[in-house]
C-alpha cells in the first residue's frame, strides 16, 4: 500500500525554532466566512484531541455526571473510606499529612473541609520542605502517634514511604496513603494505600492514573459519604456538599500540571464554576490578591493563584497554603494572602538568581541527553521552576540539584519532554543505588543525591536515557489547529476556541498559524519579553508577545534578521482587554518565513 507523508503546514519543515508545522487535526485553514462557525470551530478542536464522532456531546461540557467513576473500582479505596468512617464515628483523632504544593494543600484542604462539614475537626502536618523535605517522616508520623493521633491520612505523598510507614506500624497508629505519584512493586504498609498508579490496579483505575491527589482525595470523600450515609450517619445531620468542593480540585488539578482530560477536565470546568460565587473564603482573598477583577480562569490557576500556594512552601511556611484554604475568617484569609503574594515576589528574585548560575553552567553540555545542573548555596524551593526553564530553552529533560554542603546531599528536581519518563528513571536509578531517594512521573521527578555521586548520576542518565531523547527530539513537531490571515485574529474567534477548553496539560490550547505578515514593530520590553506588532496583506494588523524570548533564536531573528520578511507566525491567540475594545493578540511561541 502506497503512504503518504503527512504535508507541513503552510510549507513550514523547519521553523526558526527547528521544528515541522503540522496540523493536529485536519486542514483547518480557515477562510474569512468559516471564522464565525463557532460550532464547528469547536467540534474540530474535541475531534483533533481524540474526542470520538459519538462522544462530542459529552466533551463540549464535561461534567461530573458524565465521567466520575465508581470509586470502589479503586484498590483500597472501600478500605480507606471504611477506616475513615470508624475514626468519625468512634471520635479519633485524625490528622491529614499533605506536601507543601499547591496538590498537597488543596488535597489537606479538602480533606479537613469534609470532616470539618461532618462534624469532625482534624488537624494537619505539612512538613518543611528545607528541613524534612519531601514525603512523610517516620520521626513525625511516631510524634503524632504520642501525641494521640490513631489515624493519619497522607495526601500527595507516602506512596514510596517504606521506612516511615513501617515506623508509624510499630508505633502503632494507622496510615491511609492518598497518593498519584508512582509506584514501586512492593507497596508500603498501610491501612489502606489508594493511588491509581499501583501498578496492581485494573484497567479503568488504571485507566484515571493521570489524576492529581487533590483529585483522588475527592474520590475518596465521595466513597466516605457513600459509607456514612448507608450506615446512617445523615438521619442526624445534613450531608456535605461536596460539589462545593470542586474549586480546590480545579486547584490542585492545574497546578499539578496534570492532565487535562477525561474526568481532570470535567474536575476543572465545574470547579471554576464554584471558584466563580467565591464561597472559599480564602480563595477569595487570593483572587482579590492576584489583582484579578474577573471570575478565575484556568490559566490564572497555573500562573496567578497556584504560585502563590506555592510560594508558601518554596520559600516560606510550608502551612501557609492549607491555613489559608481551610479559614473561616476573612481577616486572616486576607493576611495569608497578602503575605503569600509578598513570598511570591521574593520567590521570583531567588529564582532568578539559581536561573542564571543554573545556565552558566549549560554552554559544557550540548551533548547530554539531559541537562543536569547543580550549585552550592541554591534555594531548593526555586529548583524546579528553573528546571522548567531550562527544559523549554533546550528542548532536553532538565535536573537541577541544590546541594547542601552542610548534609553532603543535594535535593533535585527535573522536568521532561514528552516521550521521555523521566520519573521511571530516577526510581530505576534509586534502584541501582545511585540515588538516597526519588520518584515522579513522566514529566516531573524529584531526588536527593549524595553530593559526590552527582556525576555519575548524570553519567548514568545519559547512558540510558539518551536514545529516547533522540527519538522524542527528531519528531519535534509544532501542532496547529487554525490558519487564519491577519484579519482573522478577533476577539471574537478567541472567544470561539474558549469553548473547547478548559486547557492544559494533555489538553492542549488551540494554537494559530497567522500570516503572511510583515513586522511592523518589534522590540524588547519587561523581562526579555519580545513584543511585535504584525501587519496582513489584507490590511489588518494585531499585537502579540513572545515570552522571554529576547535572548533566544526566534527572539534574536525577530528582532534583527525578520524585517521587511514575510513571516509565517504561529501561537496562542488571547483577549487582550486593556483597551477601550477587546482585541486578539497573539502569544507568539514559533515563526517561518513565508518568502
Not at 267 to 284: E, P, W
Not at 530 to 546: E, Q, Y
Not at 554 to 565: D, I, K
Request: aromatic fraction near 4%; hydrophobic fraction near 45%.
Amino acid at each position: 500500500m502506497a503512504t503518504h507523508a503527512i504535508p507541513h503546514v503552510f510549507g513550514v519543515s523547519r521553523s526558526l525554532t527547528g521544528r515541522a508545522w503540522r496540523w493536529r487535526g485536519g486542514n483547518m485553514e480557515l477562510g474569512q466566512s468559516a471564522l464565525g462557525d463557532g460550532e464547528a470551530i469547536v467540534r474540530q478542536l474535541l475531534l483533533a484531541r481524540g474526542v470520538a464522532e459519538d462522544d462530542l456531546a459529552r466533551h463540549r461540557a464535561p461534567t461530573l455526571r458524565d465521567f466520575l467513576p465508581d470509586p470502589s473500582e479503586f484498590n483500597d479505596m472501600d478500605a480507606a473510606a471504611d477506616r475513615l468512617a470508624q475514626a468519625i464515628f468512634g471520635h479519633e483523632k485524625i490528622v491529614i499529612y499533605g506536601d507543601y504544593d499547591v496538590d498537597g494543600a488543596t488535597s489537606s484542604a479538602l480533606l479537613i473541609r469534609l470532616l470539618r462539614d461532618l462534624g469532625v475537626e482534624a488537624g494537619y502536618y505539612i512538613p518543611d520542605r528545607l528541613l524534612e523535605g519531601y514525603g512523610p517522616s517516620g520521626e513525625a508520623l511516631v510524634r503524632l502517634a504520642e501525641e494521640g493521633c490513631s489515624l493519619i491520612v497522607t495526601v500527595d505523598c507516602g506512596a514510596m514511604a517504606h521506612e516511615a510507614l513501617q515506623q508509624a506500624r510499630d508505633a502503632g497508629v494507622d496510615v491511609i496513603v492518598v497518593d498519584h505519584h508512582k509506584c514501586a512493586p512492593e507497596l508500603p504498609l498501610a491501612a489502606a494505600l489508594v493511588n491509581p498508579n499501583r501498578l496492581d490496579e485494573n484497567d479503568l483505575a488504571a485507566s484515571h492514573g493521570h489524576l492529581a491527589a487533590v483529585g483522588v482525595a475527592f474520590l475518596l470523600a465521595v466513597a466516605l459519604v457513600r459509607v456514612l450515609r448507608r450506615r446512617g450517619y445523615f438521619d442526624r445531620c445534613a450531608e456535605p456538599d461536596l460539589m462545593g468542593l470542586l474549586d480546590l480540585v480545579a486547584l490542585g488539578t492545574v497546578a499539578d500540571v496534570a492532565a487535562l482530560h477525561g474526568l481532570n477536565r470535567a474536575f476543572v470546568a465545574q470547579g471554576l464554576k464554584v471558584m466563580a460565587r467565591r464561597q472559599n473564603i480564602g480563595l477569595a482573598a487570593l483572587i482579590d490578591a492576584s489583582r484579578l477583577k474577573r471570575a478565575p480562569i484556568c490559566s490564572d490557576l497555573g500562573f496567578a493563584l497556584g504560585p502563590r500556594i506555592n510560594a508558601g512552601g518554596r520559600v516560606g511556611e510550608s502551612t501557609l497554603g492549607v491555613r489559608l484554604l481551610t479559614t473561616a475568617d476573612p481577616h486572616e484569609a486576607a493576611t495569608i494572602a497578602a503575605q503569600l503574594s509578598a513570598l511570591n515576589e521574593e520567590r521570583r528574585a531567588i529564582e532568578a538568581e539559581v536561573q542564571a548560575a543554573a545556565e552558566a553552567q549549560l554552554s559544557g553540555q550540548h551533548n547530554r541527553a539531559v541537562q543536569v545542573v547543580a550549585g552550592s548555596g541554591w534555594h531548593p524551593g526555586v529548583i524546579g521552576i528553573v528546571a522548567g526553564r531550562i527544559k523549554e530553552k533546550t528542548g532536553k529533560p532538565a535536573l537541577v540539584i541544590a546541594i547542601d554542603e552542610a548534609s553532603g546531599q543535594g535535593k533535585g528536581s527535573g522536568r521532561s519532554i514528552a516521550g521521555v519518563d523521566l520519573g521511571a528513571a530516577i526510581i530505576r536509578a534509586r534502584g541501582e543505588g545511585l540515588l538516597v531517594a526519588g520518584g515522579g512521573h513522566a514529566m516531573a521527578a524529584g531526588l536527593t543525591v549524595e553530593a559526590d555521586g552527582v556525576d555519575a548520576f548524570a553519567a548514568w542518565l545519559d547512558e540510558h536515557l539518551a536514545e529516547t531523547v533522540a527519538r522524542a527530539s527528531e519528531t519535534r513537531e509544532m501542532l496547529l489547529d487554525l490558519g487564519v490571515s491577519a484579519g482573522g485574529m478577533t476577539a471574537d474567534l478567541v472567544h470561539s476556541l474558549e469553548r473547547g477548553g478548559p486547557y492544559g496539560m494533555g489538553w492542549p490550547g488551540p494554537r494559530l498559524a497567522v500570516g503572511p505578515v510583515r513586522l511592523v514593530k518589534c522590540d524588547v520590553v519587561g523581562n526579555d519579553h519580545v513584543r511585535i506588532i504584525a501587519a496582513g496583506d489584507d490590511g489588518r494588523s494585531f499585537k502579540g508577545i513572545a515570552f522571554r524570548a529576547a535572548e533566544t533564536d526566534l527572539g534574536q531573528t525577530l528582532l534583527n534578521a525578520a524585517r521587511g520578511r514575510k513571516l509565517w507566525l504561529a501561537g496562542r491567540a488571547k483577549v487582550d482587554d486593556w483597551g477601550a475594545v477587546p482585541a486578539a493578540e497573539l502569544h507568539l511561541e514559533d515563526a517561518a518565513y513565508a518568502d
